[in-house]
């Protein structure tokens, strides 16, 4: 009896429907929120992240009635990232029926944000997002900086000892995805994923270039993760979150198996 | 018709407790509320909460609630949530020592100090998040159609060691076992959050939107 290995579906949002980008470029429709959010909790998903990939702040709002709506219905937890830059952002997002919020860019501009909302809103609600990328060359020791704008800007930190800051400042989760990896379907960056889960105490969630059910178990075992995200083997139908979860439990890794409504 | 009233002190995620409510009773009155009125008026009461104990504590005094759940938790069919449950205890480590409503003997521990006091290395991350099975120490009216060793959602840094049989209706474990649910009399309070705990909390709720307050 032990705490179990997450698989969260992450549902990426503009003007409320949900997409996913493949390496954030060729975008295909896979459906309204509520329904898809409805699909995973019966399926037996632990837990749902939206990301807000919309750029204009109208509709910011429509995903405001999105968490509302799916919050009404699904009840288990959520995590809504992308967008927010202020503690009314977080309120917002926590009073429409959101767990947690991820914090990425806003985290980056102004670190004592972190250290603020975490203050007044709880850890158990602050994920820190981090997209990184590899930049040491092949033979040398590897090294990975924190990227920002879908990861064609470089700010120069360096990942690990960004998730450290960050976890210190009191984010309570660190939300981890490779941009060298993301939309590649060629697994997790493993290396990355156990350099950040050793270096800090709070759980990591793995992301970025889930093209298998091999990847999620290398993810927690190999890559130390406590939660695996995936968005595409799951939004296309290609494998089942029971699935998953049957092949991660034939490998030793503890899931929750769902039990029959 | 039946009114649960849902302490509102500023802390958490209060729209998915009173949803989950609704959902699982389409009769219920559910009212979102800081009045002392309706709370002493409410015929079963919830105190939810996430965030830290000392913000939580002084909310309460704040709105002069302390007194009122004391007073309510003393009769009425009671449910107590994450924080919520650890609130009903004498005091907490975090931080740095906060006194609480001492409506159930013990002290509020830091999983690390606890691991440390245990010998034993971390078995994982701190706050211990995501599912954890409960065992279900003792027979109970909220746990009607729940089966024993339930996944339930957990996230929390802090925990309440474990209590005597008499108070205890469930134990999980991270490491060491620690008390997952306190039950006493009309008191039922939970570690996990059974609001989004799927379709285990939604039972345990529709549960207590029918209890009487009684073991």
């Known amino acids: ?4 290995k997450r698989i969260i579906p992450c549902l990426d949002v503009d003007a409320g429907r949900v997409v996913k980008g493949v390496r954030f470029v060729d975008i295909r429709d896979a459906g309204d929120p509520v329904e898809v959010a409805r699909r995973y909790d019966q399926a037996g998903a632990d837990e749902i992240t939206f990301l807000d990939i919309t750029a204009s702040s109208d509709d910011r709002e429509t995903l405001v009635q999105v968490v509302e709506a799916v919050a009404a219905e699904v009840f288990m937890p959520l995590t809504v ?11 917002r997002m926590l009073n429409a029926g959101a767990d947690k919020v991820g914090i990425n860019t806003a985290a980056i501009h102004q670190p004592e944000f972190v250290e603020d909302a975490a203050e007044r809103f709880g850890s158990q609600c602050i994920v820190v997002a981090i997209d990184a990328k590899r930049v040491s060359d092949p033979g040398e020791p590897p090294r990975w900086e924190v990227f920002t704008h879908g990861g064609r800007r470089s700010t120069g930190l360096d990942a690990v000892a960004w998730a450290q800051r960050m976890a210190h400042c009191g984010a309570g989760e660190i939300l981890l995805t490779s941009m060298d990896r993301d939309g590649t379907r060629e697994g997790f960056d493993l290396e990355l994923t156990r350099a950040v889960s050793d270096a800090v105490t709070v759980p990591v969630i793995a992301s970025g270039g889930v093209g298998g059910l091999q990847h999620l178990v290398d993810g927690v075992v190999e890559g130390r993760a406590d939660a695996v995200l995936a968005a595409s083997i799951f939004h296309f139908g290609e494998h089942t979150i029971a699935e ?3 092949y991660m439990a034939a490998r030793g890794v503890t899931v929750r198996m769902q039990e029959a409504p | 018709m039946a009114t649960i009233a849902v302490i509102d002190y500023g802390m958490g995620n209060l729209r998915s407790v009173a949803k989950a409510l609704e959902h699982v009773d389409d009769r219920a009155r559910v ?3 800081w009045e002392p009125e309706v709370i002493r008026g409410a015929d079963r009461v919830i105190l939810p909460g996430v965030g830290a104990i000392r913000e939580c504590m002084s909310e309460l005094q704040r709105l002069e609630l302390d007194g009122v759940v004391r007073e309510v938790a003393r009769e009425k069919p009671f449910l107590g949530v994450c924080l919520g449950m650890q609130a009903l205890l004498g005091e907490s480590e975090e931080n740095g020592g906060t006194a609480a409503l001492g409506l159930v003997p013990g002290t509020v ?4 100090a606890g691991f440390a006091e245990a010998g034993m290395a971390a078995p994982g991350k701190v706050p211990h998040m995501g599912w954890n099975q409960v065992r279900q120490t003792r027979g109970h009216p909220l746990w ?4 024993d060793d339930s996944w339930f959602y957990f996230v929390h840094s802090y925990y309440v060691p474990l209590l005597g049989p008499d108070l205890t209706a469930g134990v999980a474990t991270y490491g060491l076992d620690f008390t997952a649910v306190i039950a006493r009399e009309n008191i039922f309070a939970t570690q996990f959050h059974p609001e989004k705990s799927q379709h285990a909390g939604l039972g345990l709720l529709a549960n207590f939107t029918r209890w009487d307050g009684t073991d």
């Open chain 1, 1 to 4: 009896m032990t705490l179990a």
């Open chain 1, 81 to 91: 990232g992308g967008g927010i830059r202020t503690p009314a952002d977080i309120r």
């Open chain 1, 244 to 246: 998953a979860k049957a």
């Open chain 2, 31 to 33: 009212r979102v509320t």
């Open chain 2, 109 to 112: 521990r830091h999983f690390a």
């Open chain 2, 144 to 147: 009607a159609g729940v089966p």
